[in-house]
């Protein structure tokens, strides 16, 4: 499948910092990406979600950038808050397929 | 919020024994997923189901796993014998559009434990 993979496993922030979340894909053909939250014991749940003809797409406290150049996915969190912290894993699609390929998946810690 | 809802939460079943995963998806959605995740890794995808029928499906879902909906409202997921290798969280997700299209509601998945 495709190759879609985190360059950190773990990240800590304190309270009230923003956080960065970064991804990476090989894909060439994935033209929809999204960051999913995923709690202890609890499945993902969907955050925000990109398409390739865009470069930034905000939600709230959330924002997610693409760069089709590089291959590069972020997730920025502002004001982060200790309700944030979880894993966070983008996954990648393509237009017509039926399927979502996850990355690996960073832990973010909130310091309160 | 409507939400997917799976059951058992937890299965503990012998190697070679058949397993059937539950699941419920929102009931206006067309689209059906498992996934898994083994113990601290990623999310695989397994299969895919649309309009009575696998769509897509990995190399991970081979003959040993079927899937169905057998009423409408509920989409199963079978394993014929397990394998220790099966142990894993299993999640079920459901699609009002494709997920290219429509956001992908998971549900809080079952964990499979094969002894």
């Known amino acids: 499948g495709e190759n879609v993979g985190l360059h950190l496993p773990t990240l800590s922030v304190q309270e009230g910092d923003n956080s960065i979340i970064n991804c990476a894909y090989s894909n060439s053909a994935s033209d929809y990406f999204i960051w999913y939250k995923q709690e202890s014991g609890k499945g993902p749940q969907f955050i925000i979600d990109i398409r390739s003809n865009m470069d930034k797409r905000q939600g709230q406290r959330v924002t997610v950038l693409l760069n089709k150049t590089v291959k590069h996915l972020s997730l920025q969190i502002a004001a982060t808050q200790p309700g944030d912290s979880a894993v966070y894993f983008c996954?990648?699609?393509?237009?017509?397929?039926?399927?979502?390929?996850f990355g690996t998946g960073t832990r973010l810690t909130v310091i309160p | 919020e409507p939400e997917v809802t799976q059951t058992p939460s937890h299965q503990v079943t012998q190697m070679g024994q058949e397993v059937i995963l539950r699941c419920v998806p929102i009931?206006?959605?067309?689209?059906f997923y498992w996934y898994r995740q083994i113990l601290g890794q990623k999310v695989e995808f397994l299969v895919s189901f649309y309009n009575n029928e696998i769509s897509e499906k990995s190399e991970i879902f081979d003959d040993q796993f079927s899937v169905e909906r057998p009423d409408g409202s509920n989409f199963t997921l079978k394993i014929r014998s397990t394998k220790l290798e099966d142990s894993a969280m299993y999640f079920c997700?459901?699609?009002?559009?494709?997920?290219?299209?429509?956001?992908?509601?998971f549900g809080q998945g079952t964990r499979l434990t094969v002894v």
């Open positions: 997700a459901s699609s009002e559009n494709l997920p290219t299209v429509g956001k992908a509601f």
């Open positions: 009931s206006n959605h067309l689209y």
């Open positions: 996954a990648e699609s393509q237009t017509g397929a039926n399927n979502l390929f």
